[in-house]
């Protein structure tokens, strides 16, 4: 485990280095004549006239021994700001080696010294020159540490983490002029440690001493220094710094280390994910590998958020090609490019394609023959959908059919359909479009004219995706503001992209067909406590440098999401974060026969017809801050 930086060593001159190395060999040459003549002036009670031994053969001999072990062991060869641990134990065994060897010459031939005086001589001889040598690296890197800093305005700092991994980053932010921190305080939870000081810094007990630490020291960053701390405790810490206005970093991970080396670069900002105090998923390797290894896997809306990241998860696992369908250009490109070795290697094929178009998509299956489909492609974005309904059902619900009628034709084993929580009693173009793609693959899955698996995955908002509130908050605040929220009580769940793609993958392993999978999301999160935490995050104060705006809910946006309706229960899987819904069946001739009546209407342009049969198709579908409130079924014939 090293530490490094981007320093300006890089690029010294031969010339400088070769005086480095010429002044610290003379240097310790030097320090060798002077430990000698301690020696010889302390073991003879200072008589001036010791010094005549120096011009024997002896002490010659020893220099000598000298010369060779520092040139052996290369103690020259230091970069004096960054002298460490590997330096002094070279200068410890060059010394040690020339002592042992001089003690045994002269315990073995005759020496100009008394027999009963070699020993002292070798062992003051010894420990002087380990003081002098040793001492003169510490008193040069604590000068050079000392001007370096000289004028650098740095903020105070403290670091979560008195064990090994807080204390080497302690001393590369004291050996390296490229950053702003200054460490003055260490916090960590192990009683034994409190009140002892590391490095020269007092560690302090996080639970007791946080709040005074932080005024007294003026810390203005924390830096997050403990290997597999555990996420609620992690959590923990962090909205206490942010609490005090203590702006927080972490390190990396060590797989991410170039060369098992952290660069200060590395050092990364807190982001709201790391809030979530969400678990690691573990999946089943072994399951997933035997369903994807070997196989041709299709993807839809493969350059989007979800659709990308189920690509980059299901690559590893060795499948025979992987087919990546989308009709954004410009994503696709880039897709391209980012994943060129395996577009090289002939296992990932991007493809523009648009899920709409029957015809192209029917190309695609009679050439490719995928035996499993991730349908991601959709649109999602909730106030866009209530303009455009026509665009909703071509994509969501046509799109849906054409690609599920094709599955069945050619045999696909596995379709698994990206769902979302606005499915469920959807108060929203989106959401009920989505609602009938899943009632559509639900009644399909249950012909008994087929053999292929309708696996349905329903969760909710995914931080960081294409279009989020995350994105759109952190614009805001780099522009000063304000942060803009619908309503104060407004709340959602919320999920990582890498998380919602692993359980996408779990569940359409451990489906058998029919299912809909709900994902565990955690608890709901207040908007208006994402835009306070995402605000601190960026060392600022909400209300004071950021104002938060309410701007009222948007067309179809609910005060709250739900996993399930209120008619719906769960049963639970052999993974504690994926339930199985227990949602109503559908009559296939029936919900066909509506289904096509709905995509028939979307080549005209009368919407209000069209969202009336929406909300005959999906009882529960009632619309919320929208010009189609109107069409609502009345309550009564819901429940009929």
């Known amino acids: 485990m090293k530490f490094s930086s981007q320093s300006s060593i890089l690029g010294s ?26 020696a010889l002036l302390i073991t003879g009670e200072f008589e001036l006239a010791r ?61 100009p010294f008394k027999p009963q005086e070699v020993l002292p001589i070798v062992l003051v001889d010894y420990f002087v020159l380990l003081f002098l040598s040793g001492g003169s690296r510490i008193m040069l890197r604590l000068i050079f540490d000392k001007l370096r800093v000289q004028g650098v305005n740095r903020l105070n700092t403290a670091i979560f983490g008195a064990g090994e991994l807080g204390s080497m980053l302690d001393r590369v932010l004291s050996h390296n002029a490229s950053h702003n921190y200054k460490v003055v305080a260490f916090f960590d939870d192990n009683p034994r440690v409190h009140k002892k000081y590391l490095n020269g ?83 089943d390797q072994r399951k997933i590998s035997t369903d994807v290894e070997g196989k041709v896997i299709l993807v839809t809306g493969c350059a989007g958020s979800i659709g990308s990241e189920i690509v980059q998860q299901l690559l590893p696992y060795a499948p025979k090609l992987l087919v990546g369908l989308d009709q954004a250009e410009t994503p696709l490109a880039e897709m391209g ?54 665009e909703a059902v071509r994509t969501n619900v046509k799109g849906t059919m054409n690609l599920a009628r094709l599955a069945v034709q050619y045999r696909v084993r596995k379709f698994v359909m990206i769902s979302t929580d606005k499915a469920v009693n959807p108060s929203n173009i989106m959401g009920a479009s989505k609602r009938i793609a899943e009632i559509f693959v639900q009644a ?31 614009r805001q605040i780099e522009q000063g503001g304000p942060v803009t929220v619908t309503h104060p009580e407004v709340t959602r769940f919320f999920m990582t992209i890498p998380e919602a793609c692993q359980l996408v993958l779990e569940a359409g392993s451990m489906g058998n067909g029919g299912e809909i999978f709900v994902f565990d999301m955690g608890e709901s999160v207040k908007i208006i406590d994402l835009a306070e935490k995402m605000i601190q995050l960026a060392g600022l104060t909400p209300g004071q440098d950021i104002t938060i705006k309410f701007t009222g809910l948007r ?12 008619r719906e229960g769960t049963l639970p899987t052999h993974h504690p974060k994926i339930k199985k819904a227990l949602v109503r069946t559908n009559d296939y001739a029936y919900v066909t026969e509506l289904i096509d009546q709905l995509v028939v209407l979307t080549q005209n342009a009368d919407e209000e017809t069209l969202v009336r049969l929406m909300k005959t198709i999906v009882p529960e579908f009632t619309s919320q801050n929208s010009v189609f409130k109107k069409l609502d079924i009345p309550e009564k014939s819901q429940n009929t």
């Open 337 to 390: 490019l980012a994943l060129k070795k395996y577009v090289t290697a002939g296992v990932f094929l991007p493809v523009i394609a648009d899920v709409r178009d029957s015809t192209t998509l029917q190309h695609l299956f009679e050439k490719y023959q995928p035996e499993y489909v991730f349908h991601a492609a959709a649109y999602k974005h909730v106030p866009i959908m209530e303009y455009f309904p026509l």
């Open 444 to 474: 399909l899955n249950d012909q008994a004219t087929h053999n292929t698996q309708f696996i349905t995955t329903r969760f909710g908002n995914v931080l960081g995706s294409n279009g989020s509130v995350i994105p759109i908050f952190k």
């Open 555 to 566: 067309p179809g946006e609910k005060l709250y999401e739900e996993l399930l309706d209120d």
């Open 51 to 111: 010094l005549n031994l120096l011009l024997t053969w002896g002490p010659v001999l020893l220099l000598v021994f000298r010369f060779i072990s520092f040139f052996a062991f290369r103690t020259y060869l230091i970069i004096i700001r960054y002298v460490g641990e590997k330096d002094y134990k070279n200068v410890f065994y060059a010394i040690s080696l020339a002592s042992v060897c001089f003690f045994l010459l002269l315990r073995f031939i005759a020496t």
């Open 13 to 38: 001159s031969p010339i400088a280095g070769y005086v480095t190395k010429v002044f610290v060999f003379g240097i310790d040459l030097t320090f060798a004549l002077l430990a000698i003549t301690s």
């Open 201 to 283: 810094i007092r560690i302090f007990n996080p639970e007791l001493s946080f709040a005074r630490v932080v005024k007294q020291y003026n810390i203005k960053f924390a830096i997050i220094g403990i290997n597999n701390l555990p996420e609620a405790r992690r959590v923990q810490f962090i909205n206490n710094c942010l609490a005090h206005q203590v702006k927080v970093l972490k390190v990396p991970p060590m797989e991410n280390w170039l060369n098992n080396t952290l660069n200060l670069g590395q050092l990364m900002n807190i982001k709201f994910d790391d809030l979530l105090s969400r678990l690691p998923i573990e999946l």
